[in-house]
């Protein structure tokens, strides 16, 4: 079983939808857990963090913990075309970010 | 400020050899983590230093290293290559521990390919 989970896609929504990636972790003691957004050729980069369990807002995106369920989501709302990129999942556990395979999301004009 | 920085950014080797990839960590960053990014395995954590000390390591042979130095300038050695090394090793700097913060700032990547 990997450490940290996600479908790997592709997952297509349309222009203005609502795009929900999903991640599942093995480690019930994980610590943090963050969203990264990788565009094609290019490097990670941080877009959202969240260390308890709820909803974390910030613009369009939502992250939500459950640390029970050991699962961690990222919605984005109003979906844009520029929003087209592999989102990666990462949690923190003893001393190292694990990152799970990223979901390759597609938003259609 | 400038970002991380990765050198050499391509490079081909053959089976056997060995290669040395160096990253330059964002000015007053102490942590330097390595990763390797494969199509089919995704980002795989290689270790993490923080002020010199390898705080944490990956699930990765022995043939994989790496060191920091005082500036925080932080090199991954590989040796004995071999055909499944080649990837986009990827090295990511932040202030605190990785987990600390979780803003990892990320390298362009040195592109590997072992023939």
């Known amino acids: 079983q990997k450490e940290v989970e996600q479908n790997s896609g592709p997952l297509s929504v349309p222009e203005g939808a609502i795009a929900s990636l999903n991640c599942t972790y093995s480690?019930?003691?994980?610590?943090?857990f963050f969203w990264y957004r990788q565009y094609s050729g290019k490097s990670p980069e941080l877009i959202m963090s969240?260390?308890?369990?709820g909803d974390k807002e910030d613009g369009r995106f939502t992250a939500q913990l459950n640390k029970a369920s050991q699962y961690v989501s990222l919605l984005i709302r109003d979906s844009q075309p520029s929003d087209s990129a592999t989102y990666l999942c990462?949690?923190?556990?003893?001393?190292?970010?694990?990152f799970g395979a990223g979901t390759r999301l597609t938003v259609k004009p | 400020k400038a970002g991380v920085t990765q050198t050499p950014r391509y490079l081909i080797k053959t089976r056997g050899q060995q290669v040395t990839l160096s990253c330059s960590p964002i000015?007053?960053?102490?942590?330097v983590s390595w990763y390797q990014q494969t199509p089919g395995q995704g980002l795989q954590f290689l270790f993490e230093?923080?002020?010199?000390?390898?705080?944490n390591k990956g699930n990765f042979p022995g043939r994989f290293s790496g060191r920091q130095f005082s500036n925080s300038r932080s090199e991954m050695n590989v040796s004995t290559l071999e055909l499944g090394d080649s990837a986009l090793y990827l090295c990511?700097?932040?202030?605190?521990?990785?987990?600390?913060?979780?803003?990892?700032?990320f390298g362009e990547g040195s592109r590997l390919t072992v023939l």
């Open positions: 990511a700097s932040s202030f605190f521990l990785a987990g600390e913060s979780g803003e990892l700032f």
């Open positions: 000015s007053g960053h102490r942590s």
């Open positions: 230093y923080f002020s010199e000390t390898q705080r």
């Open positions: 969240i260390y308890s369990n």
């Open positions: 480690d019930r003691g994980s610590q943090s």
């Open positions: 990462a949690v923190y556990n003893n001393n190292d970010m694990r």
